[in-house]
């Protein structure tokens, strides 16, 4: 009866939060089961928690990086990088996406902010709307996948797991998807014979190299000196943060700065330096002092506004949040979850079997529920049988967010899809065809990742 609710309701075109908080306070009206206060009692309870802090910290610092002209710096960067390369707008925007991962945590705010960038460049460069719209898309998506990410942070709370090690596993996933984008984008370029979109410039090269070389080598000098020499934590970090400064104001680098984020966060998530939560304030404070203070793109102005937007954005995933746990502890209560694990269970005791039917069933329900009420729902439903079944929680963690991510990009409910037809000036329809050859390098990813957990867990198990 509670799923019948509920389906009414979101028949009725009601919001999905509204129409789970909706469909639980109606079955507890109509059976008399419950007092109608639990619904309350249970909604604060679902975000009573720990972990969800990082929720509007890494909204803020997503938005404040997109505000303070943080996404002008990374495009620069990527296209000094791969833009001298056939098809280089394309690996731009795939490359752009990587970095900005590392920042927002979301696809949405890689799509609204660099995905503007990206195509209104491609399709002065000569690409067709289509084709930007698709690789933007597609590639928006490692910004759940590649850390920070919010969907991690959500599943991370449903699923009691390490939100850390979640972080850790979606590295190497990030990675493979990135270059199976490319490989779509070298593709496309030999195909239709594009050539390369910058002059090739050994200067600008070899600049963007020094300035990857030095993102990739001041975590193992780090290392290196409070691992092997015993040099104190703390006045290390704060020593090699000062120097970073020092060599951005010597060479001018393009970008080195605001890539340094990710580094700074996986970094002092795995050195015990702060845990996630923490990791989200401190990557706000990041933000605030490159757009303040170094780069001086922040007024108080915008800073206002960047909190009125983090404060609406946040006050959304909360209620939805909320929402979703009043009705996932409802389908608990009455038997829901109990009656599929034993279905699922008795037509197979396959892991294999089972991941594959997950994989369909969360790909049909991205399509409809937005990502934060979908794990919300499915975690307490499939996580159990997963685990029976001797499925890791946080390889299960990352087939699910992917999973929920490819959602975003498939109608009626996609938001990259309303986001990206604002963006581009294209109609929903056509939107939704320029994606359709995107989704087999993510489809190709999702295999991989469902199939081969050792490529999710080595990191984690590394370090955790």
């Not at 942070?153 to 990675?175: D, E």
């Not at 090739?200 to 090269?205: C, G, K, M």
């Amino acid at each position: 009866m509670l799923k019948i609710f509920f389906l009414i309701f979101m028949a009725g075109g009601i919001p999905v939060a509204v129409a789970m908080a909706g469909a639980s306070l109606v079955y507890i009206l109509f059976t008399g089961s419950l007092p109608p206060f639990v619904v309350i009692h249970r909604m604060v309870s679902g975000i009573d928690s720990f972990p969800l802090l990082a929720v509007p910290f890494f909204i803020l610092a997503g938005n404040l990086m997109n505000n303070a002209g943080i996404t002008t710096r990374i495009y620069n960067f990527a296209l000094a990088l791969v833009g001298w390369l056939k098809g280089g707008l394309g690996h731009v925007n795939v490359l752009g996406s990587v970095i900005f991962a590392g920042m927002s945590g979301t696809a949405i705010a890689d799509a609204a902010g660099l995905g503007t960038i990206e195509i209104k460049a491609m399709k002065e460069h000569g690409y067709s709307t289509e084709f930007a719209v698709g690789v933007t898309a597609a590639s928006a998506t490692l910004g759940p996948i590649i850390p920070p990410s919010l969907p991690f942070v959500i599943y991370g709370m449903m699923a009691n797991v390490s939100v850390g090690a979640l972080f850790l596993a979606g590295i190497l996933p990030g990675v493979m998807l990135a270059i199976l984008m490319m490989m779509t984008v070298a593709y496309f370029a030999h195909k239709n014979k594009w050539g390369a979109d910058v002059k090739f410039s050994r200067t600008r090269l070899f600049k963007a190299l020094t300035e990857l070389m030095v993102v990739i080598g001041w975590p193992l000098l780090i290392w290196l000196l409070v691992a092997k020499l015993g040099t104190p934590p703390q006045l290390t970090v704060f020593a090699g943060l000062a120097s970073l400064f020092v060599l951005d104001k010597l060479f001018k680098f393009e970008a080195l700065l605001p890539i340094m984020t990710p580094v700074l966060l996986i970094g002092g998530m795995t050195t015990g330096l702060f845990t996630p939560t923490e990791g989200a304030i401190a990557a706000c404070v990041w933000a605030l002092i490159l757009g303040f203070a170094w780069y001086k793109t922040l007024s108080w102005k915008m800073f206002v506004k960047v909190c009125l937007d983090t404060i609406e954005t946040t006050s959304t995933v909360l209620f939805i949040v909320a929402a979703a746990s009043i009705f996932g502890w409802m389908l608990t209560a009455t038997g829901v979850t109990t009656d599929i694990a034993a279905w699922v269970l008795g037509f197979t005791k396959e892991a294999w079997v089972f991941l594959l039917l997950a994989n369909l069933l969360m790909l049909f329900v991205g399509c409809f529920l937005e990502p934060t009420a979908a794990i919300t729902i499915l975690v307490p439903i499939l996580l159990p049988i997963a685990t029976q079944l001797g499925v890791d929680p946080i390889h299960f963690g990352l087939v699910m967010v992917l999973n929920l991510m490819i959602g975003l990009l498939h109608p009626p409910m996609g938001m990259v899809l309303f986001v990206l037809a604002r963006v581009a000036g294209l109609s929903f329809e056509r939107t939704t065809i320029a994606i359709l050859p995107w989704l087999v390098p993510l489809l190709v990813a999702l295999a991989v990742i469902t199939y081969v957990p050792s490529l999710v867990l080595w990191l984690p198990k590394m370090f955790f």
